[in-house]
């Protein structure tokens, strides 16, 4: 007896069939080596000739990097004072560079691809050689009497986070290629006719923007806040990627506190992304939007009853 399948069994089983081999890659090649790194992060690791030797030493490893490692502390410190500061100029530059590109403008398509270049070009040691050189910096700024005095003044933290904004302001910015197509995409998506009908209703541009571009592109910004922070979190100048990388093989720490690091690292960046998610992530729909949704749901209802 042959088994019969429909047309949607079909396509989920050949849906299944492509994922599976993600899911494998996954389990295999990322998943087992989070739990590893894990289990590690509460051992003391030494590796010898004779191979790995692990010393359970229960929560050593995270004491020891908060209250006797000051040099991780001090790099998470600015790590996120640099999303703080970081996220929000490249969302914007991105934004802002996208709407232009949309425009009607000869030679888009040379703009669009200047703009991403740097997305294809640009990886760790060029990026240092670019700092090496000084090309990622707002030049002469820092030797301005009024930007000494602005950093006198300011607080040592803050001090420090405008340092690292004008001396890598160029680099923030290279950072922005892949959201510009993002929020391009976004835009092409819009419909114009919804300009047209706000336009004839006496909405200006600047009340278009807000009342029709920003709220369509939600979905996009949430998307593109996720990407930047990753992105920015991943990149292989990060200080805190590097403290860890140098714990992983000192003689003194070892792999199982370098584990214990990149985990207390996961956890902010989870923590940093949620924060991020709660202020600019969904929002619950408008109650006038519900009353009127429920008012068509009673007119439905009584129209069924009166045939």
Known sequence: MKL???RKA?????GYAFVSIWIIGFLIFTLIPIVRTFLFSFHKITITADGIRQNFIGMSNYKDAFLSDVKFVDVLIE???EIILYVPIVIVFALAISLILNMKLKGKGFFRTLFFLPVIIISGPVMEEFIDQGVTSIQG??????????????PEFLGTLLNTLVNSFVMILWFSGVQILIFLSALQKIDRPIYEAAQIDGASRWEAFWKITLPTMRPMIILNIVYTIISISTFTLNEVIIVIQENSFSSTTGLGYAAALAWIYF???????????????PKKENPYGEKIKKQKRKGGRHAKVSQ
């Open 79 to 81: 790590y996120v004072g």
């Open 141 to 154: 700024v820092d030797q301005m009497s009024f930007y000494k005095d602005l950093i006198f003044a300011l």
């Open 4 to 6: 019969k399948m429909s």
């Open 10 to 14: 079909r396509e989920n089983m050949l």
């Open 267 to 281: 956890i902010i960046l989870l923590l940093i992304i949620g924060i991020f998610m709660l202020l600019y992530g």
